[in-house]
DNA sequence: TTTGATGT
Protein backbone atom coordinates (compact mmCIF):
# COMPACT_ATOMS: atom_id res chain seq x y z
CA UNK A 1 0.00 0.00 0.00
CA UNK A 2 2.63 2.20 1.04
CA UNK A 3 4.81 1.14 -1.90
CA UNK A 4 2.07 1.56 -4.23
CA UNK A 5 1.33 5.51 -3.03
CA UNK A 6 5.25 6.01 -3.36
CA UNK A 7 5.16 4.79 -6.95
CA UNK A 8 2.36 6.95 -7.92
CA UNK A 9 3.99 9.63 -6.26
CA UNK A 10 7.24 9.33 -8.26
CA UNK A 11 4.98 8.92 -11.61
CA UNK A 12 3.65 12.46 -10.99
CA UNK A 13 7.10 13.62 -10.25
CA UNK A 14 8.17 11.77 -13.59
CA UNK A 15 5.48 13.39 -15.77
CA UNK A 16 5.65 16.92 -14.20
CA UNK A 17 9.65 16.72 -15.03
CA UNK A 18 9.30 15.15 -18.98
CA UNK A 19 6.19 17.60 -19.21
CA UNK A 20 7.40 20.14 -17.47
CA UNK A 21 11.55 19.69 -19.32
CA UNK A 22 9.60 19.39 -22.85
CA UNK A 23 7.35 22.62 -22.52
CA UNK A 24 10.56 24.47 -21.21
CA UNK A 25 13.03 22.98 -24.03
CA UNK A 26 9.75 24.18 -26.55
CA UNK A 27 9.83 27.55 -24.94
CA UNK A 28 13.02 28.04 -25.29
CA UNK A 29 13.45 26.88 -28.76
CA UNK A 30 10.78 29.33 -29.99
CA UNK A 31 12.03 32.09 -28.13
CA UNK A 32 15.72 31.89 -29.58
CA UNK A 33 14.02 31.50 -32.87
CA UNK A 34 12.33 34.54 -32.51
CA UNK A 35 15.06 36.17 -31.09
CA UNK A 36 16.85 35.84 -34.35
CA UNK A 37 15.37 37.22 -37.97
CA UNK A 38 14.35 34.32 -40.12
CA UNK A 39 15.69 31.92 -37.37
CA UNK A 40 19.12 31.36 -35.59
CA UNK A 41 21.48 29.90 -37.27
CA UNK A 42 21.52 25.89 -37.81
CA UNK A 43 23.87 23.06 -39.36
CA UNK A 44 22.30 21.06 -42.42
CA UNK A 45 23.73 17.81 -41.74
CA UNK A 46 25.87 16.48 -38.77
CA UNK A 47 29.52 17.77 -38.07
CA UNK A 48 31.13 17.65 -34.87
CA UNK A 49 32.71 21.27 -35.72
CA UNK A 50 29.24 22.75 -35.93
CA UNK A 51 27.59 21.21 -33.11
CA UNK A 52 26.71 23.88 -30.63
CA UNK A 53 24.44 24.60 -27.99
CA UNK A 54 23.20 28.36 -27.55
CA UNK A 55 23.23 30.81 -24.41
CA UNK A 56 21.65 33.20 -24.04
CA UNK A 57 22.75 37.14 -22.72
CA UNK A 58 21.17 40.00 -22.08
CA UNK A 59 20.78 41.97 -25.49
CA UNK A 60 22.56 39.13 -27.85
CA UNK A 61 22.77 35.06 -27.84
CA UNK A 62 25.59 33.00 -28.40
CA UNK A 63 26.05 29.70 -30.29
CA UNK A 64 28.91 28.07 -28.27
CA UNK A 65 31.32 25.01 -29.46
CA UNK A 66 32.33 22.81 -26.56
CA UNK A 67 34.82 21.64 -29.64
CA UNK A 68 36.44 24.85 -31.10
CA UNK A 69 36.12 26.30 -27.35
CA UNK A 70 34.65 29.60 -29.44
CA UNK A 71 31.74 31.13 -30.00
CA UNK A 72 30.90 29.54 -33.65
CA UNK A 73 28.12 32.58 -34.00
CA UNK A 74 26.33 35.47 -31.79
CA UNK A 75 23.65 37.48 -32.86
CA UNK A 76 22.84 40.73 -32.05
CA UNK A 77 19.95 43.43 -33.37
CA UNK A 78 21.07 47.04 -33.13
CA UNK A 79 19.14 50.60 -33.70
CA UNK A 80 20.52 53.75 -33.83
CA UNK A 81 20.81 55.78 -30.55
CA UNK A 82 20.76 59.73 -29.63
CA UNK A 83 23.91 61.08 -30.51
CA UNK A 84 24.88 61.94 -26.89
CA UNK A 85 24.46 58.55 -25.72
CA UNK A 86 26.70 57.00 -23.12
CA UNK A 87 27.68 54.37 -21.88
CA UNK A 88 29.24 52.76 -18.76
CA UNK A 89 32.80 52.54 -18.24
CA UNK A 90 34.75 49.79 -19.81
CA UNK A 91 33.86 46.23 -17.22
CA UNK A 92 36.54 43.66 -16.41
CA UNK A 93 36.57 40.40 -18.56
CA UNK A 94 34.88 37.52 -16.77
CA UNK A 95 34.87 33.80 -17.12
CA UNK A 96 31.47 32.02 -18.10
CA UNK A 97 31.04 28.88 -16.29
CA UNK A 98 28.31 28.20 -18.91
CA UNK A 99 31.17 26.81 -21.02
CA UNK A 100 32.07 24.15 -18.48
CA UNK A 101 35.72 24.55 -20.22
CA UNK A 102 37.58 26.76 -17.53
CA UNK A 103 38.36 29.97 -19.96
CA UNK A 104 39.84 32.18 -17.35
CA UNK A 105 40.21 36.12 -18.01
CA UNK A 106 43.81 35.30 -18.60
CA UNK A 107 44.03 32.35 -20.52
CA UNK A 108 45.22 34.46 -23.84
CA UNK A 109 48.39 36.25 -22.05
CA UNK A 110 51.21 36.15 -23.68
CA UNK A 111 49.58 34.80 -26.91
CA UNK A 112 50.00 37.26 -28.67
CA UNK A 113 46.31 37.27 -29.61
CA UNK A 114 43.45 40.03 -28.55
CA UNK A 115 40.63 38.90 -26.21
CA UNK A 116 38.77 40.19 -29.24
CA UNK A 117 34.68 40.73 -28.70
CA UNK A 118 31.94 39.15 -31.34
CA UNK A 119 29.26 41.27 -29.75
CA UNK A 120 31.14 44.45 -29.60
CA UNK A 121 30.79 46.57 -26.18
CA UNK A 122 29.94 49.72 -27.30
CA UNK A 123 27.10 48.78 -29.85
CA UNK A 124 25.41 46.60 -27.47
CA UNK A 125 25.84 48.83 -24.68
CA UNK A 126 24.45 51.65 -26.30
CA UNK A 127 21.43 50.20 -27.19
CA UNK A 128 20.60 47.23 -24.80
CA UNK A 129 21.97 49.05 -21.27
CA UNK A 130 24.67 48.03 -18.82
CA UNK A 131 23.91 44.54 -17.97
CA UNK A 132 24.11 43.67 -21.40
CA UNK A 133 27.44 45.63 -21.78
CA UNK A 134 28.77 43.58 -18.91
CA UNK A 135 27.98 40.13 -20.72
CA UNK A 136 29.85 41.12 -23.71
CA UNK A 137 32.43 41.11 -21.47
CA UNK A 138 31.69 37.02 -20.98
CA UNK A 139 35.01 34.77 -22.16
CA UNK A 140 32.33 33.09 -24.13
CA UNK A 141 32.23 35.94 -26.08
CA UNK A 142 35.70 36.15 -26.91
CA UNK A 143 37.92 34.60 -29.88
CA UNK A 144 41.26 35.51 -30.26
CA UNK A 145 42.17 38.19 -32.79
CA UNK A 146 45.09 39.34 -33.67
CA UNK A 147 45.56 43.04 -32.59
CA UNK A 148 45.90 44.96 -36.12
CA UNK A 149 42.62 43.37 -36.56
CA UNK A 150 40.51 43.64 -33.80
CA UNK A 151 41.66 47.65 -32.52
CA UNK A 152 41.60 48.11 -36.53
CA UNK A 153 40.13 47.25 -39.36
CA UNK A 154 37.53 45.13 -37.24
CA UNK A 155 37.19 48.45 -34.81
CA UNK A 156 36.43 50.18 -38.01
CA UNK A 157 33.73 47.89 -39.37
CA UNK A 158 31.97 47.64 -35.94
CA UNK A 159 31.92 51.28 -35.67
CA UNK A 160 30.41 51.59 -39.06
CA UNK A 161 27.33 49.19 -38.42
CA UNK A 162 26.33 51.53 -35.25
CA UNK A 163 27.19 55.16 -36.34
CA UNK A 164 26.65 54.86 -40.09
CA UNK A 165 24.59 51.35 -41.08
CA UNK A 166 22.27 51.99 -37.85
CA UNK A 167 20.93 55.15 -39.07
CA UNK A 168 19.94 54.40 -42.58
CA UNK A 169 17.32 51.38 -41.11
CA UNK A 170 14.54 50.93 -38.67
CA UNK A 171 16.86 48.31 -37.06
CA UNK A 172 19.48 45.86 -38.25
CA UNK A 173 20.24 42.05 -37.50
CA UNK A 174 23.96 41.13 -36.58
CA UNK A 175 25.47 37.57 -36.68
CA UNK A 176 29.03 37.55 -36.50
CA UNK A 177 31.73 34.98 -35.54
CA UNK A 178 34.72 33.24 -36.53
CA UNK A 179 36.05 31.58 -39.44
CA UNK A 180 38.31 28.05 -38.68
CA UNK A 181 40.80 25.99 -41.59
CA UNK A 182 38.61 23.88 -43.68
CA UNK A 183 40.49 21.02 -42.01
CA UNK A 184 39.79 20.58 -38.75
CA UNK A 185 42.74 18.49 -37.41
CA UNK A 186 45.17 21.01 -39.30
CA UNK A 187 44.25 23.59 -36.41
CA UNK A 188 43.21 21.39 -33.52
CA UNK A 189 46.66 22.12 -31.95
CA UNK A 190 46.41 25.87 -32.55
CA UNK A 191 45.08 27.03 -29.41
CA UNK A 192 46.10 29.93 -27.02
CA UNK A 193 45.31 28.13 -23.72
CA UNK A 194 42.11 25.58 -24.59
CA UNK A 195 40.34 28.16 -27.32
CA UNK A 196 40.95 26.79 -30.65
CA UNK A 197 42.75 30.56 -32.77
CA UNK A 198 40.66 31.47 -36.11
CA UNK A 199 42.22 32.49 -39.10
CA UNK A 200 39.31 34.89 -40.28
CA UNK A 201 36.06 36.48 -39.01
CA UNK A 202 32.58 36.78 -40.70
CA UNK A 203 29.91 39.87 -39.73
CA UNK A 204 26.48 39.41 -41.79
CA UNK A 205 23.74 42.57 -41.03
CA UNK A 206 21.08 42.71 -42.71
CA UNK A 207 17.95 45.59 -42.70
CA UNK A 208 15.33 43.07 -42.77
CA UNK A 209 12.57 44.47 -44.81
CA UNK A 210 9.03 42.74 -45.36
CA UNK A 211 9.39 42.23 -48.83
CA UNK A 212 13.00 43.29 -50.11
CA UNK A 213 15.37 42.92 -46.99
CA UNK A 214 18.90 44.15 -47.65
CA UNK A 215 21.85 42.30 -46.46
CA UNK A 216 26.07 43.01 -47.03
CA UNK A 217 28.61 40.64 -45.41
CA UNK A 218 32.13 40.56 -44.84
CA UNK A 219 35.40 38.16 -43.84
CA UNK A 220 38.22 39.64 -42.85
CA UNK A 221 41.63 37.43 -42.58
CA UNK A 222 43.68 37.36 -38.87
CA UNK A 223 46.46 39.06 -40.52
CA UNK A 224 45.56 42.27 -41.57
CA UNK A 225 47.59 45.51 -41.38
CA UNK A 226 44.01 47.64 -40.06
CA UNK A 227 43.68 49.94 -42.77
CA UNK A 228 42.77 48.36 -45.94
CA UNK A 229 39.66 49.61 -47.40
CA UNK A 230 36.31 47.41 -45.84
CA UNK A 231 35.17 47.06 -49.46
CA UNK A 232 38.31 44.68 -50.00
CA UNK A 233 36.38 42.46 -48.07
CA UNK A 234 33.08 42.27 -48.79
CA UNK A 235 31.42 38.77 -49.54
CA UNK A 236 28.06 37.16 -49.98
CA UNK A 237 26.24 35.10 -47.47
CA UNK A 238 26.37 31.81 -49.17
CA UNK A 239 30.53 32.18 -48.77
CA UNK A 240 30.32 32.46 -45.12
CA UNK A 241 27.90 29.32 -44.68
CA UNK A 242 30.61 27.62 -47.41
CA UNK A 243 33.33 28.43 -44.95
CA UNK A 244 31.66 28.25 -41.54
CA UNK A 245 28.79 24.69 -42.29
CA UNK A 246 26.03 27.01 -41.00
CA UNK A 247 22.84 27.91 -42.24
CA UNK A 248 22.31 31.34 -41.61
CA UNK A 249 18.55 32.76 -42.07
CA UNK A 250 16.88 28.95 -42.16
CA UNK A 251 13.08 30.15 -42.47
CA UNK A 252 14.18 32.73 -45.57
CA UNK A 253 11.83 31.49 -48.34
CA UNK A 254 14.03 29.90 -51.31
CA UNK A 255 13.03 32.97 -53.94
CA UNK A 256 14.38 35.53 -51.18
CA UNK A 257 17.45 33.49 -49.90
CA UNK A 258 19.11 33.04 -53.53
CA UNK A 259 18.57 36.65 -53.52
CA UNK A 260 19.52 38.06 -50.03
CA UNK A 261 22.43 35.09 -49.79
CA UNK A 262 23.74 34.73 -53.34
CA UNK A 263 24.24 37.89 -54.77
CA UNK A 264 26.70 40.90 -53.51
CA UNK A 265 24.66 44.22 -53.88
CA UNK A 266 25.52 46.90 -51.79
CA UNK A 267 22.85 49.15 -53.06
CA UNK A 268 21.28 51.38 -50.08
CA UNK A 269 24.27 51.07 -47.33
CA UNK A 270 26.64 53.77 -48.96
CA UNK A 271 29.73 51.35 -48.04
CA UNK A 272 31.64 53.89 -49.85
CA UNK A 273 31.21 56.56 -46.84
CA UNK A 274 33.06 54.69 -44.68
CA UNK A 275 35.05 52.17 -46.71
CA UNK A 276 38.05 53.97 -46.24
CA UNK A 277 37.72 56.12 -42.74
CA UNK A 278 40.28 55.81 -40.84
CA UNK A 279 40.20 53.67 -37.22
CA UNK A 280 39.94 55.55 -33.70
CA UNK A 281 43.14 53.62 -32.75
CA UNK A 282 46.41 53.46 -34.31
C1' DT B 1 33.67 63.99 -24.70
C1' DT B 2 37.28 57.16 -27.03
C1' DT B 3 33.13 52.55 -29.58
C1' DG B 4 40.13 48.39 -29.06
C1' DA B 5 43.40 45.95 -26.10
C1' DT B 6 48.04 44.71 -23.66
C1' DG B 7 51.43 44.88 -20.14
C1' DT B 8 53.86 47.46 -16.53
Known amino acids: MRWRRQGRRFGVALLFVVVGGGLWEFQERQEVASAVWMGAPTWDDFHLTTFHRVLRNDGFIVGWSDVRINPLWVSYRLQAVAEDTRIGPRPNFQADWRTLWPVGTDSYAGSGYDRGHMAPNY?????HGRNAQLDTFLMSNMSPQRPNLNRQLWQRLEQSVMDHFAPRFDYLQVITGPIFPERFMDNVMNRVGLVEVPEAFYKIIVAPHESAPLAIAFIMPQDV???EPLEDYLVTIDEIEARTGLNFFPRLSPELE?????ELDTRGWA???VSRRP???Q
Open 279 to 281: GRF
Open 258 to 262: AVLEG
Open 123 to 127: AIAAV
Open 225 to 227: RGN
Open 271 to 273: LEE
